[in-house]
Nanobody, 120 residues
Framework: QVHLVESGGGLVQPGGSLRLSCAAS????????MGWYRQGPGKERELVAD???????RYGDSVKGRFTISRGNAKNTVYLQMNNLKPEDTAVYYC??????????????WGQGTQVTVSS
C-alpha cells in the first residue's frame, strides 16, 4: 500500500506563485518516479513534471521555464514550484508515484488531488 499526501494548492492571481508538496509513504521501491499531473476543466489529464529516483526530469511543454520539480531530502517527497502562473494552469493537480518493478512494469499510485485556481 502507498499513501500520498499533497498540499499547497489554492487561489492565486495571474503572475503569482505556488509551491506544491507531496509525500509518499508505504511500500516505496528504490527505483521510482514521482511527479505531477493535472486536469483542467474540459481538458485531458496531462503531465506537468516528473522526476526519477536518479533525478532525470521531464516537463510538459506548457510549463517549461515556469515550473520546477525537485525531490526533498526524503527521497519519497517531491515539490513543484510554480511561477508566473496563468489562468490556463487552473486545474486539479495530482501527485503520482510509479514503483518500477521491471523494464516493462510499473505500479502507479495517485493522490486525491489539490485544486489550483489562477484568476484575477
Amino acid at each position: 500500500q502507498v499513501h500520498l499526501v499533497e498540499s499547497g494548492g489554492g487561489l492565486v492571481q495571474p503572475g503569482g506563485s505556488l509551491r506544491l508538496s507531496c509525500a509518499a509513504s508505504g511500500s516505496i521501491f528504490s527505483l521510482n518516479t514521482m511527479g505531477w499531473y493535472r486536469q483542467g476543466p474540459g481538458k485531458e489529464r496531462e503531465l506537468v513534471a516528473d522526476i526519477t529516483s536518479t533525478y532525470s526530469i521531464r516537463y510538459g511543454d506548457s510549463v517549461k521555464g515556469r515550473f520546477t520539480i525537485s525531490r526533498g531530502n526524503a527521497k519519497n517527497t517531491v515539490y513543484l514550484q510554480m511561477n508566473n502562473l496563468k489562468p490556463e494552469d487552473t486545474a486539479v493537480y495530482y501527485c503520482n508515484i510509479a514503483n518500477i518493478a521491471g523494464p516493462q512494469y510499473a505500479a502507479d499510485y495517485w493522490g486525491q488531488g489539490t485544486q489550483v485556481t489562477v484568476s484575477s
